[in-house]
């Protein structure tokens, strides 16, 4: 059955704001789901993009070029353009390394933008280094930008410590934009409080709207033709872990509780691990494009360790990774889970378990950042500590045993997630926010025009 939400929000456009840029350096939305440094914000901007040029938004995406075969600039749909940036090289680069690009980037985006008939209204930046480009904008050319940070450099150094590699100068370019920016876009409440507290973010400026799904490609199935479809058994207990093959997002702490939960519980389940490239990136199996002999990426070689985990723990035939997946299929994957789980050190958001919610499948979810929101805690699913595989064990034991409890959870986690979290809605708060940042942008510019 598939649910429609045309209600929650009209598609009428600001009258302050007509033209967006949305910046997007490593993140963009044709990029392949699940592949490296492919996760939530390509999800984030491409549907942003989408229901904003639905209700008539004219909508340019900055992205970089990563590859020759990129052409500059690419209609992607009505009212919205790719505008691949040539800054860098023509090839992968990790984002961790992509600082020193930025101004080059930002120059081409500045250059682009007063070479169009108008110029933009207002600037959406994703990730703190297209929050430089916005800056620039700004600068140069007085536009009003909105930022959301998708992860916050000192919370990332505070989960990761040494093993964030990002360049120390994250840190003050951050609090630069906290500062600059005309309105600044939490993911949740924890995420506000984050940039309060660590930035000292003005709190008037802080606006919350959340990630979202889009109901035309998500929705609840019978678990037996999703795991048909699938070649899936229909008697296993099956859990479903999804997203980008990163330490961060905990995968090890899944494998382990599945280990501990036929050990201590007595359940034989299965897990689906979706996401990540098995070969490396495409057409560059094991390696980076343009670094012959340069090893492993980063997520192959997670990909490897997690195998290598799942064996020493005696789980080898039980754990399945799947590789990634086109989105068009991940409705299946949910469809056929019993139950999803995500247990990250850290998550900003997390867009996954309000698909799952989507699907009407219970989530397990660490009590971290936007899961808090997201789930509610013995409603729609149960949240556990991250790093602790005992609690998410015990969890997916009593689900394992309480079906009825499991579809219970599942419903109202359908619920909450139509309630809350569609893109439409989101990009209805969105327009509100730029529409606030606009206006009060050219407020404040009245004064200064007409002293002179």
């Avoid at 930022?147 to 994250?170: C, E, K």
């Amino acid at each position: 059955m598939k649910l429609h939400e045309n209600h929650v929000i009209g598609r009428v456009r600001s009258p302050s704001v007509k033209k967006i840029a949305i910046v997007s350096e490593h993140a963009s939305p044709l990029a392949a789901p699940g592949s490296i440094d492919s996760g939530g914000q390509n999800v984030y901007v491409a549907h942003l993009a989408r229901e904003l040029a639905l209700a008539g938004y004219l909508v340019d995406i900055f992205t970089r070029r990563d590859s020759p075969r990129h052409k500059p600039l690419v209609q992607w749909r009505e009212n919205i353009r790719v505008i691949h940036v040539p800054a860098g090289p023509a090839s992968y680069v990790p984002k961790e390394q992509m600082l020193p690009h930025m101004d080059a980037f930002a120059r081409f985006v500045a250059r682009f933008a007063r070479r169009q008939g108008s110029l933009y209204d207002l600037t959406h930046a994703n990730f703190f280094m297209s929050g430089m480009v916005a800056q620039h904008l700004k600068a140069v050319l007085g536009i009003p930008f909105v930022i959301t940070f998708h992860a916050l450099g000192h919370v990332r150094r505070i989960a990761q410590g040494a093993a964030d590699t990002f360049p120390p100068a994250r840190l003050d370019i951050e609090d630069s934009l906290m500062r600059d920016a005309d309105r600044i876009i939490a993911e949740c409440e924890q995420d506000r409080i984050d940039m309060m507290t660590l930035y000292d973010a003005p709190p008037g400026r802080i606006r919350i709207a959340p990630c979202g799904f889009d109901p035309q490609e998500l929705w609840p199935m019978a678990c037996a033709a999703a795991r048909a479809h699938l070649g899936l058994p229909q008697d296993k207990f099956i859990v479903l872990q999804l997203g980008r093959m990163v330490p961060r997002k905990g995968v090890d702490n899944v494998i382990e509780a599945l280990a501990l939960l036929r050990a201590g519980f007595g359940v034989d389940a299965e897990l689906l691990v979706v996401g990540g490239d098995l070969g490396g990136i495409p057409g560059h199996p094991g390696g980076i494009p343009g670094a012959p002999g340069a090893g492993p990426t980063p997520e192959a070689a997670e990909l490897a360790r997690l195998r290598a985990l799942a064996a020493e723990l005696g789980v080898g035939d039980q754990v399945h990774f799947t590789g990634r997946r086109p989105r068009a299929q991940l409705r299946y994957y949910y469809g056929a889970a019993d139950v999803f789980i995500t247990t990250p050190w850290y998550e900003p958001f997390g867009i996954t378990p309000v698909e799952a919610m989507a699907c009407a499948r219970p989530v397990v979810g660490a009590a971290v950042g936007g899961i808090k929101s997201t789930v509610a805690d013995g409603h729609s699913g149960l949240l556990v500590p991250p790093r602790d595989p005992q609690a998410a064990a015990a969890c997916l034991a009593m689900l394992a045993r309480d079906p009825a409890l499991a579809r219970s959870m599942g419903q109202e986690g359908l619920r909450r997630a139509y309630q809350h979290y569609t893109w439409r809605s989101v990009a209805g708060r969105a327009a509100q926010i730029y529409t606030a940042a606009v206006d009060d942008a050219r407020a404040r510019a009245l004064p200064h025009m007409s002293a002179h």
